[in-house]
């Protein structure tokens, strides 16, 4: 089972800002769209943001828009989640998925059983 790995996640204030990464050596980003999806106490996972193969054009779920940036390295085999201006309300498990997909991403579309590959996941905890 292809795996990709999260980290980055803790503890940080609101109004600060947090970096997460999500990375891979088992293949190649490139050809993948990737999706962060959260999941809080009592809620299913949802898609917070998301970058299409090839393009990296990206898309974000309108909770987070303006304030969180999604970004790939393919070199790297690494995807980025920025997170500024971070709220209580952003506290969850955030994990990231791969799903072969050839046009744009959407958040909106990107559901659980659509994606791939998953990884285990880092928690955000934002408090004073």
């Known amino acids: 089972q292809l795996q990709l790995v999260e980290s980055g996640g803790g503890l940080v204030q609101p109004g600060r800002s947090l970096r997460l990464s999500c990375t891979t050596s088992e293949f190649n980003l490139e050809f993948y769209a990737i999706a962060w999806f959260r999941r809080t106490p009592g809620k299913e996972r949802e898609a917070v943001a998301c970058?299409?193969?090839?393009?990296?054009?990206?898309d974000y779920a309108d909770s987070v828009k303006g304030r969180f940036t999604i970004s790939r390295d393919n070199a790297e085999g690494t995807v980025y989640l920025q997170m500024s201006r971070l709220e209580p309300e952003d506290t969850a498990v955030y994990y990231c998925?791969?799903?072969?997909?050839?046009?744009?991403?959407?958040?909106?579309?990107?559901?659980?059983?659509?994606?791939?590959?998953w990884g285990k996941g880092t928690l955000v905890t934002v408090s004073s």
């Open positions: 970058t299409s193969s090839h393009s990296g054009l990206p």
């Open positions: 998925a791969a799903q072969v997909l050839y046009q744009p991403c959407q958040v909106a579309t990107m559901t659980e059983n659509a994606m791939h590959y």
